[in-house]
């Protein structure tokens, strides 16, 4: 135990389905980094002449490296509260690492089902690394939740995929951190979308603050606001079934974290969308790339693929004119961006990426030849 931070659902706790008999299980996830993006913020006045304050909420930094954790602490404390030996899940690769992660400090087995092929790198090792049974399955990601969904209602073996409500209700805790962190409510939040159980849950989060008594929003948070944000999420063009309205079979994109043609949590992500009167668009792997860069190289905060989507939809619905009534107003919007996971999780495609950007010279081992190069 510390008593620095102890995790979110020591933190949390009071918001949390959690009671005196729940054992926790925590790596001590939560308390991410929220940081101000003053270079993005420089570049995009300078580009499109419109200022915005831009809050990347790093859930990179999380123990196993992704948003995940915050769920996989509720999920996981609670099977073991109902006794379960066994946990299953499918995976595009990060949930199957904080299964892993959270069943070994639980001391329990660990069943994982990733699509054969398809997932990065860092992912697989953390799986395999914290002693989970994986499978790859020749099929996507949507093929390995259906598996997954069947053998846990015919054997005793806990779901764990965020259809488990468990999960959704940790990955909440994400709201009230950015409220408890900033203090006040986001006017837009950019986020990815794949299996959109994030956007479900960071929406719960922000009805349930602006809901809560006003003596416990300022007791707690120290905040009053009663403002939702508008939730803008993003998903890869080649994999965006939200936005065209039914499942595709063969989902494409190089963000594999969000290759995914039958998101479990559709209905969450449009109710997200409809009440907050926000959005579900695309942007495509193009853009997806180029923000990825751009935010790694600006920000100094190393994140994957499927994270630069808010990067490259913030600057996509720049370019499409959506903050364009800003331009005149003396009101400069407050924005939040999820940084879902870190870019260590698919070194294979920030290499590739890079290649464009920066190349790395293979010179004798000399001072002059480097000085050289450095054109200084
Ligand atoms: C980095 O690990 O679905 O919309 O199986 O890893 O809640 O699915 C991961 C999803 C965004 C999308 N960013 O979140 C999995 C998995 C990253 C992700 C998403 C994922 P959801």
Redesign the pocket.
């Known amino acids: 135990m510390t008593r620095i931070w102890p995790g979110v659902i020591e933190h949390f706790k009071e918001f949390l389905p959690i009671s005196y008999k729940t054992p926790i299980i925590t790596l001590y996830e939560g308390n991410t980094p929220i940081v101000k993006a003053e270079n993005l913020e420089y570049k995009i006045e300078k580009e499109y002449g419109i200022k915005l304050n831009i809050y990347l909420k790093y859930?990179?930094a999380n123990p196993t490296g992704?948003?995940?954790d915050r769920g996989m602490t509720v999920a996981i404390s609670k099977a073991k509260e109902e006794n379960s030996k066994i946990i299953i899940?499918?995976?595009?690769?990060?949930?199957?690492?904080?299964a892993a992660a959270y069943a070994a400090k639980a001391n329990m087995r660990c069943v994982v089902l990733i699509p054969y092929g398809a997932?990065a790198l860092g992912?697989l090792s953390q799986a395999v690394m914290h002693g989970a049974e994986v499978f790859a399955i020749k099929g996507n990601?949507d093929d390995a939740?259906k598996l997954a969904k069947e053998i846990s209602q015919k054997y005793p073996i806990k779901l764990v995929?965020?259809l488990n409500p468990y999960r959704i209700e940790g990955?909440k805790t994400a709201s009230f951190e950015i409220i408890e962190q900033l203090g006040f409510i986001p006017d837009y939040q950019f986020?990815?979308?794949?299996?959109?159980?994030?956007?479900?849950?960071y929406w719960r989060g922000y009805k349930e603050f602006v809901n809560l008594p006003k003596e416990t929003k300022i007791k707690k948070f120290k905040v009053e606001d009663n403002k939702l944000p508008k939730m803008m999420?993003f998903q890869a063009k080649g994999a965006a079934p939200i936005v065209l309205g039914k499942p595709i079979k063969n989902p494409k994109t190089i963000?594999t974290?969000?290759r995914?043609g039958n998101?479990?949590?559709w209905k969450g992500?449009l109710q997200a969308k409809d009440e907050s009167k926000g959005v579900i668009d695309t942007v495509s792997d193009r853009e997806i790339l180029q923000a990825y860069y751009t935010l790694s190289s600006l920000e100094g905060l190393f994140?994957?693929?499927?994270?630069a989507?808010s990067i490259a939809g913030i600057i996509k619905y720049l370019k499409i004119g959506y903050f364009k009534k800003f331009k005149s107003s003396k009101y400069i919007p407050k924005i939040v961006a999820?940084l879902?996971?870190h870019g260590l999780?698919d070194p294979d495609c920030a290499i590739d990426t890079s290649k464009k950007y920066v190349k790395i010279k293979k010179i004798p081992p000399e001072i002059k030849t480097i000085i050289k190069e450095l054109k200084l």
């Open positions: 859930e990179g992704s948003f995940k899940c499918a995976s595009t690769g990060n949930t199957s690492a904080s997932i992912k990601f939740l995929n965020s990955q986020m990815p979308v794949g299996n959109a159980g994030n956007i479900t849950a999420g963000a974290a969000i995914i998101p479990a949590s992500a994140i994957e693929p499927a994270s989507a999820i879902t996971g999780k």
